[in-house]
Nanobody
Framework: QVQLVESGGGLVQAGGSLRLSCAAS????????MGWFRQAPGKERDFVAA????????AYADSVKGRFTISRDNAKNTVYLLMNSLKPGDTAVYYC???????????????WGQGTQVTVSS
């Protein structure tokens, strides 16, 4: 089992940047495939990015490709999401999640953080 805590959200102007962090408890962090999802009010939880156990493979939603970068530091039990060129449409609660295997579907993730709010003003 793993517990996840996100941080780094906030209010930023369009075109700005934020870096989200997700700290994981436990000694088995490197055995989890990690993902970031987001959910805007009244909308479903959408896939944003995912990273493999070693960090060698990543995947992104088309809407964030080229702007967002996911990375992980297994020595620090932390996964990051660097968000550049932010747009008002990126406004949402961002969640990190852990899965045993690769997936871009939220149903494939067993463990979730509490979320962090990202608001992008125009």
């Amino acid at each position: 089992q793993v517990q996840l805590v996100e941080s780094g959200g906030g209010l930023v102007q369009a075109g700005g940047s934020l870096r989200l962090s997700c700290a994981a408890s436990g000694r088995t962090f490197s055995s989890y495939f990690m993902g970031w999802f987001r959910q805007a009010p009244g909308k479903e939880r959408d896939f944003v990015a995912a990273i493999s156990w070693s960090g060698g493979n990543t995947a992104y939603a088309d809407s964030v490709k080229g702007r967002f970068t996911i990375s992980r530091d297994n020595a620090k039990n932390t996964v990051y999401l660097l968000m550049n060129s932010l747009k008002p449409g990126d406004t949402a609660v961002y969640y990190c999640a852990a899965a045993r295997g690769p997936s871009s579907d939220y149903r494939g993730y067993a463990y979730w953080g509490q979320g962090t709010q990202v608001t992008v003003s125009s």
